[in-house]
């Protein structure tokens, strides 16, 4: 059973920064990419980062790309996300998740949407204010 825990939310003033962190556990971490996806009131969950198991290449949502820079410790079954410049429509509770084992993709880039993803987290919340 993979179980997937956030850690890191929190208030922050519009501007400020915010690293958001999750454990994995359940099977072997390096084995597929890994995501963060974002998921504000009232509206659908999104995709905001994501990292192939290897660590590169990496893939952004356009809207916060050059704010924000995914990456993982496979040694230490950890995936980050550093949130810069925030805003305060980052607001969101925010998910970490990871792709089932059988997971197959020719592309080039890590997986980047949500049917593409098996394994969720609880969330975390990030609340930007302005």
């Known amino acids: 059973q993979v179980q997937l825990v956030e850690s890191g939310g929190g208030v922050v003033q519009a501007g400020g920064s915010l690293e958001l962190s999750c454990a994995a556990s359940?099977?072997?971490?390096?084995?597929?990419?890994m995501g963060w996806f974002r998921q504000a009131p009232g509206k659908e969950r999104e995709f905001v980062a994501a990292?192939?198991?290897?660590?590169?290449?990496?893939y952004y949502a356009d809207s916060v790309k050059g704010r924000f820079t995914i990456s993982r410790d496979n040694a230490k079954n950890t995936v980050s996300l550093q949130m810069n410049s925030l805003k305060p429509e980052d607001t969101a509770v925010y998910y970490c998740?990871?792709?089932?084992?059988?997971?197959?993709?020719?592309?080039?880039?890590?997986?980047?949407?949500?049917?593409?993803?098996?394994?969720w987290g609880q969330g975390t919340q990030v609340t930007v204010s302005s």
């Open positions: 990292i192939s198991r290897g660590g590169t290449p990496t």
């Open positions: 359940g099977r072997p971490f390096s084995s597929n990419d």
């Open positions: 998740a990871t792709n089932g084992a059988s997971y197959y993709s020719s592309s080039y880039y890590p997986a980047h949407s949500l049917s593409d993803y098996d394994y």
